[in-house]
């Protein structure tokens, strides 16, 4: 079993920074072949933001290249989204996955962070 805990959420005005954090736990932990961050709007379906694989190759959506930045930090279980120069359109419940292979069909998910930007 892996378990996600998300934080580090908030409200921030547009330009500005986040920081997500995502602490995996269990015993599965050592199983995980990828995380990433998803997000969903109110009205809208959850989408992918970035995931990186136990390689640590990362991925994009279109919509935050060269804004948001992801990576891990295999020590301490824990994967970061980097959020610069954030727009109101990323307003959304951001989501941390991580992918097993024995594990849901859809992965583990966390119980998500708000992400709030205006002005």
């Known amino acids: 079993q892996v378990q996600l805990v998300e934080s580090g959420g908030g409200l921030v005005q547009p330009g500005g920074s986040l920081r997500l954090s995502c602490a995996a736990s269990g015993t599965g932990i050592f199983s995980i072949n990828a995380m990433g961050w998803y997000r969903q709007a109110p009205g809208s379906q959850r989408e992918l933001v970035a995931h990186?694989?136990?390689?640590?190759?990362?991925n994009y959506a279109d919509s935050v290249k060269g804004r948001f930045t992801i990576s891990r930090d295999n020590a301490k279980n824990t994967v970061y989204l980097q959020m610069n120069r954030l727009k109101p359109e990323d307003t959304a419940v951001y989501y941390c996955?991580?992918?097993?292979?024995?594990?849901?069909?859809?992965?583990?998910w966390g119980q998500g962070t708000q992400v709030t930007v205006s002005s």
């Open positions: 996955n991580s992918m097993v292979p024995w594990g849901p069909e859809n992965g583990y």
């Open positions: 990186i694989t136990s390689g640590g190759s990362a």
